[in-house]
T-cell receptor
Framework: NAGVMQNPRHLVRRRGQEARLRCSPM?????VYWYRQLPEEGLKFMVY????????ESGMPKERFSAEFPKEGPSILRIQQVVRGDSAAYFC??????????????FGPGTRLTVT | DAKTTQPTSMDCAEGRAANLPCNHS???????VYWYRQIHSQGPQYIIH???NNETNEMASLIITEDRKSSTLILPHATLRDTAVYYC???????????FGKGTKLSVKP
């Protein structure tokens, strides 16, 4: 059973470009969460999604960031007009149906975004 | 969700038990205690969770005090690969997200 998959693992963007981060949850999982980890800091929650719905986006910056989890395909975290402060590791996690508000989440390996 | 307090760092000799404490004095009745770890540069890994009874799985044991104000994660025979930051998280069912603090940096030494 494959775990949570994220791609790309490393992404380099110049300031002002767009970054698209993809997350495929574990098979059968219907809840997806995105977290960000700035260098030398802890993980911070960004957004929680179910298929076609954003459940909680209280951790998302108000501008330039958006997330989706379509009916088919991976969840996408999109950052427009990236700035150097967006450089971080972005982790995706998933949990099974009915476990959306439990604390048992399974994390992917992360995408390391570097903005030059 | 209740706040947790953990030591910043701990050392453990390889092969010995690692006992990682966590204080959560403001925990409420419906909140669970979860433990995760993050090995350098990897995604966090779920370890174990409990409500009030002690729990054990293939990775670790979780001991929760009777008043539930503190808990201890026990790695019975630590190996070098257990070197990681360990996070104690208290969580109820009202939100989906986990709140990560600074955790305890465990160094297992040969």
């Amino acid at each position: 059973n494959a775990g949570v998959m994220q791609n790309p693992r490393h992404l380099v963007r110049r300031r002002g470009q767009e970054a698209r981060l993809r997350c495929s949850p574990m098979k059968g999982h219907s809840h997806v969460y995105w977290y960000r980890q700035l260098p030398e800091e802890g993980l911070k929650f960004m957004v929680y999604l179910q298929k076609e719905n954003i459940i909680d986006e209280s951790g998302m910056p108000k501008e330039r960031f958006s997330a989706e989890f379509p009916k088919e395909g991976p969840s996408i975290l999109r950052i427009q007009q990236v700035v150097r402060g967006d450089s971080a590791a972005y982790f995706c996690a998933s949990s099974p149906p009915g476990q959306g508000r439990s604390g048992e989440q399974y994390f992917g390996p992360g995408t390391r975004l570097t903005v030059t | 969700d209740a706040k947790t307090t953990q030591p910043t760092s701990m050392d453990c000799a390889e092969g010995r038990a690692a006992n990682l404490p966590c204080n959560h004095s403001t925990i409420s009745g419906n909140e669970y205690v979860y433990w995760y770890r993050q090995i350098h540069s990897q995604g966090p890994q779920y370890i174990i969770h409990g409500l009030k009874n002690n729990e054990t799985n293939e990775m670790a044991s979780l001991i929760i005090t009777e008043d539930r104000k503190s808990s201890t994660l026990i790695l019975p025979h630590a190996t070098l690969r257990d070197t990681a930051v360990y996070y104690c998280i208290v969580k109820g069912g009202s939100q989906g997200n986990l709140i990560f603090g600074k955790g305890t940096k465990l160094s297992v030494k040969p």
